[in-house]
């Protein structure tokens, strides 16, 4: 027989936290479901959830920070006080950041078409 | 030091939490407990405590604040009775399972409906399941002095859950007593100072608490609290021993009157076993071997140490003062007979339910209860199970 | 007043990887509030709700500030508790730092279940900073009516039935509630404008008593508008005059924004699903009704800020 396992539902993709594991004993786990680790949920990737994605435009961007502002899943990264990255393990395509930037500096593109850009590279490599 | 002193149960409970000196109270009046809130109200207004007292809007909010005080580090306490208990319901559960040593008094009343002010223990029996730890008093001695007790089994590092102290309404909380107070700086070094684990003011160490826990993970941490319940079976028998170097009076999960060679045995909590112990001593002099049993702890269960107690007993009577309405007899009936189950050796236990409402338990009840155990023995007949005392049928 | 420049270098307390839904108001909202409170510890209380469940997942937490979820009733008791913990802690020196105290609910946990709970937080005077994170209904299980749903919007428990058009009850005022608790700072805003939140959250932060702050903050799921229009959906709710910008400190009510035109409440009301059937041909009485409730509203607010209570011409 199988063993029973609970642990049937998407634990996201992102590596687990130190302190707790899916497989952990009773005894194992923290007491009470705290939590110790402050902020451990950017282990927990929601990437996955995107079905278009935020793609910058260096040239465009005028480092307003508007997008930074608005983005719900903090995946705009801004470095000193200027627009840096996309944090894609988290951000959910949502589209706000692209609908504020006042310059266009954001295209939102399907992760589909993306996903045949890396093939095409791939073939021509 | 100890000093003999005239207090009734609300004052001797309102004078252990000044000795305890918490961090934060937070409660809300209801008869009969209203007076420890007016009591403790005084002791903040006079300095006489460094309690932050919060004067809630509700025994919901009572237990909410409490909660988010223990979890911020605090030593925290409320005070109830009935409706207030029943309406804490929800986040009574919520305390427990968040593991904060929340000590707090409950001075039993019946439930509404019909609205009714006096004793009856239906308060505590809803909340039995909660996950709380609950023990019972049989006069203000014992109120004051599980109180002080409760602190550091609360606190234990392998308890560290709630204590509800429960003494009956009226009967115990306001009439007056002789006890004896130990002096506060003895008190205050037996509770000690409290030391949490996890706690959300720790500016190094952010916590998160209160998180949803799916069926993933939900189950096993039911579990844990279990383990805690366990644990505190040994922890509440050490704090007794301990206590009883403070003051002399030594507590453990039962309290066993005459039970070594009884024949016959009572089981019943808080004020009413005093009555039946006085019965018992009378009908030992007739030539009966009567016993008692006073169940100190209800949760957790004290299974193992009653099934011992009761081991040698022909015919057992639960007095249950609260309905579960299942029609099968009251909540500590169904625990007793369970645990009387293992032994195989065909003990008759039978139930009564007296006192609703405040109905007076009287002397003429328990000599019934007795003689109907007597019978039982003689005949080995049990002709109904489940019957009401002091109600007129 | 800081420029995000300066602010996007304020450490994030609420990181991504939670599951609130994608392009979900509250994201937005609970990182401009904890961005204003830059450089304090904190201690965040939360109501049951979309943000509590979606940021506390165990074992994943999105908070990097302590967090406590108690009920759903209850976070205005709960945040009150645990500052009167700090209260007594720092008096005998058992805290190290100093502490801010802000609790999130939803408009459900706050203008119905929690109201009584967050009136007698309010009331006790407790140094906090309570948020209402306004998406007009209860999103969490699944888009109920709550007494912050607008007039004629269709809820899964005011559904637009053939009889009955939508919620028939208009908005509960809580806002003004919170100012009848002559408490030192009440203020309601929106995410469209960030400086206006930001002010806010600081203003509430610094305040030593109890202060409370209405957001609003829009659930695209339960709004039924396109995700990314997020921002400006909530700009046509201020400029309809359907959200007004104002504060109140110390008793004194102060209008934070006056729009320039007349704009009419359809263009709020047009791009929501949660409206369409009130632009359904024979209708229009139902707008005109809220259109009548936005203007009347907004008139006794000018009269209480102590502005002239006209319209500009439609
Ligand atoms: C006492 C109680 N009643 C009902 C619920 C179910 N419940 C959980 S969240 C919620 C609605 C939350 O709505 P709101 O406060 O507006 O927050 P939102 O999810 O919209 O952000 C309800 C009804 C509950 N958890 N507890
Ligand atoms: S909003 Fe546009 S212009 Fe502004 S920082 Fe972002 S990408 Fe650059
Ligand atoms: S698409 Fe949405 S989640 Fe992704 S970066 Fe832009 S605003 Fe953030
Ligand atoms: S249902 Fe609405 S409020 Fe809830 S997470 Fe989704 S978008 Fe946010
Ligand atoms: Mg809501």
Redesign the pocket.
């Given at each position: 027989m199988t063993p029973y396992n609970p642990f049937n539902r998407n634990f996201g993709s992102g590596t687990r936290t130190k302190a707790v594991r899916p497989d952990m004993k009773w005894h194992e786990l923290t007491r009470a479901g705290n939590i110790y680790e402050p902020g451990n949920a950017n282990t927990y990737e929601t990437g996955d959830w995107?079905s278009?994605?935020?793609v910058w435009n260096k040239e465009r961007c005028i480092h307003c920070l508007f997008?930074w502002r608005?983005?719900?899943?903090?995946?705009?990264i801004a470095k000193d006080g200027k627009f840096e990255t996309?944090?894609?393990k988290?951000?959910?395509?949502?589209?706000?950041?692209?609908k504020?930037c006042p310059v266009n500096a954001?295209d939102?593109v399907p992760e589909d078409e993306i996903e045949k850009v890396k093939e095409a590279n791939k073939d021509e490599n | 030091m100890k000093t003999k002193v005239a207090l009734t149960g609300n004052e001797a409970v309102a004078q252990a939490m000044k000795q305890i000196n918490p961090d934060v109270v937070a409660a809300y009046p209801i008869t009969p407990q209203t007076e420890i809130v007016q009591i403790f109200s005084s002791f903040v207004a006079n300095g006489e405590v460094d309690t932050e007292f919060v004067a809630v809007e509700s025994e919901h909010s009572a237990m909410s604040a409490a909660i988010g005080a223990a979890a911020g580090g605090a030593r925290a306490m409320t005070a109830t009775s009935s409706q207030g208990l029943a309406l804490m319901f929800e986040v009574v559960y919520i305390a427990a399972s968040l593991r904060l040593p929340i000590v707090f008094p409950v001075v039993n009343r019946a439930l509404s409906g019909p609205i009714n002010i006096h004793c009856d223990h239906s308060d505590a029996m809803g909340l039995r399941d909660s996950g709380v730890i609950q023990l019972f008093s049989e006069n203000a001695q014992e109120a004051y002095d599980n109180m002080i007790q409760a602190v550091r089994i609360a606190e234990h590092p392998d308890v560290r859950l709630p204590v509800m102290v429960n003494m009956d309404g009226f009967i115990t909380s306001h009439a007056m007593d002789v006890l004896e107070v130990i002096d506060d700086e003895t008190v205050k070094n037996f509770v000690g100072t409290y030391v949490p684990e996890d706690y959300l003011l720790d500016a190094q160490n952010p916590i998160s608490m209160g998180n949803f826990d799916m069926y993933d993970f939900y189950f096993e941490h039911k579990r844990q609290q279990v383990e805690a319940m366990k644990a505190a079976k040994e922890v509440i028998k050490e704090v007794g021993k301990e206590f009883a170097k403070i003051s002399g009076r030594e507590y453990g999960l039962i309290e066993s009157y005459k039970l070594d060679d009884a024949d016959v045995a009572l089981v019943v909590l808080n004020s009413a076993a005093g009555t039946a112990k006085g019965v018992a001593d009378e009908l030992r002099a007739k030539g009966i071997k009567a016993g008692v049993l006073k169940p100190r702890v209800y949760r957790p269960f004290p299974q193992e140490e009653i099934r011992e107690a009761l081991k040698g007993v022909k015919a057992v009577a639960v007095l249950d003062r609260a309905e579960t309405f299942s029609t099968c007899g009251g909540p500590m009936f169904a625990d007793i007979r369970n645990t009387l189950y293992d032994l195989k050796n065909d003990i008759k236990v039978v139930n009564y339910i007296y006192g609703l409402g405040g109905r007076d338990l009287r002397l003429e009840h328990v000599q019934q209860v007795f003689e109907d155990l007597e019978n039982i023995r003689k005949t080995g007949r049990v002709d109904e199970t489940v019957k009401y005392l002091g109600l007129r049928e | 007043m800081a420029t995000l420049k300066e602010l996007s270098k304020v450490e994030e307390r609420f990181v991504?990887g939670h599951r609130l839904c994608?392009?979900c108001g509250h994201g937005i909202t609970v990182r401009m509030i904890l961005n204003a409170a830059e450089g304090s510890n904190v201690v965040v209380g939360c109501a049951t709700g979309c943000l509590e469940v979606a940021s506390t997942i165990y074992p994943y937490t999105a908070w990097k500030c302590s967090f406590i979820h108690n009920a759903f009733e209850n976070a205005g008791a709960t945040i009150s508790g645990v500052e009167a913990a700090y209260k007594a802690l720092k008096k005998k020196g058992k805290v190290n730092g100093d502490f801010k105290f802000i609790a999130f609910g939803g408009d459900g946990g706050t203008y119905d279940i929690g109201l009584q709970s967050l009136s007698g937080a309010m009331e006790r005077g407790h140094n906090i900073v309570y948020v209402c994170l306004d998406n007009e209904a209860y999103m969490n299980t699944g888009i109920q009516r709550s007494s912050a749903t607008p007039t004629g919007a269709d809820t899964t428990t005011s559904p637009a039935g053939k009889v009955i058009p939508g919620k028939q009850q208009p908005r509960k005022d809580l806002t003004a509630i919170m100012a009848a608790h002559n408490i030192p700072y009440v203020a309601q805003t929106a995410i469209n404008n960030w400086q206006d939140v930001h002010k806010k959250a600081k203003k509430a932060l610094e305040v030593e008593g109890p202060a409370f702050i209405n957001v609003l903050s829009p659930c695209p799921r339960g709004w039924r508008y396109n995700t990314?229009d997020i921002v400006e959906i909530t700009k046509l709710a201020v400029e309809t005059r359907f959200w007004p910008l104002f504060e109140v400190e110390n008793g004194k009510w102060k209008l934070n924004y006056k729009p320039k035109k007349y704009v009419p409440i359809e263009e709020f009301l047009k791009p929501q699903g949660r409206f369409r059937h009130l632009f359904k041909p024979g209708n229009e009485h139902l707008i005109k009704a809220i259109q009548e409730e936005v203007d009347s509203r907004w008139l006794a607010l000018l009269e209480r800020c102590g502005e002239t209570p006209e319209l500009p011409p439609r």
């Open positions: 995107r278009i994605r935020p997008c608005y983005c719900p899943d903090a995946s705009v996309f944090d894609y988290h951000c959910k395509g949502c589209g706000i950041c692209a504020v954001i939102m | - | 991504g994608a392009g990314p």
